[in-house]
Nanobody, 122 residues
Framework: QVQLTESGGGLVQPGGSLRLSCAIS????????IGWFRQAPGKEREFLAA????????LYKDSVKGRFIISRDRAMMAVYLQMNDLQSEDTGLYYC???????????????WGQGTQVTVSS
């Protein structure tokens, strides 16, 4: 059973950067995909980026391309989300989750972590 745990959130000023980590326990299958999502207060959970566990295939939400970078370290059993030039609209609870393919819909994902809070404010 794969379990995911997010960390790395915090308070950052506009224009700043953060790197989120998704620690994976258990043994992901080679076909697994790990995705990052964000949920702002009063809004639905939205897809940000996803990466295949066994290959360098990635998928990004158009609005974060060029600012966010997803990567994974199989030896460390972790997936990362590097977030640059953060703005107030990036504030929210960030989750990682697992899917069987490169999907951008949250209903295709499971094994959700508890989330890590990111707050962008001056």
């Amino acid at each position: 059973q794969v379990q995911l745990t997010e960390s790395g959130g915090g308070l950052v000023q506009p224009g700043g950067s953060l790197r989120l980590s998704c620690a994976i326990s258990g043994r992901p299958f080679s076909s697994h995909v790990i995705g990052w999502f964000r949920q702002a207060p009063g809004k639905e959970r939205e897809f940000l980026a996803a990466i295949r566990w066994s290959r360098d295939s990635t998928l990004y939400k158009d609005s974060v391309k060029g600012r966010f970078i997803i990567s994974r370290d199989r030896a460390m059993m972790a997936v990362y989300l590097q977030m640059n030039d953060l703005q107030s609209e990036d504030t929210g609870l960030y989750y990682c989750a697992r899917a069987g393919g490169l999907y951008d819909s949250s209903i295709r994902y499971g094994a959700w972590g508890q989330g890590t809070q990111v707050t962008v404010s001056s």
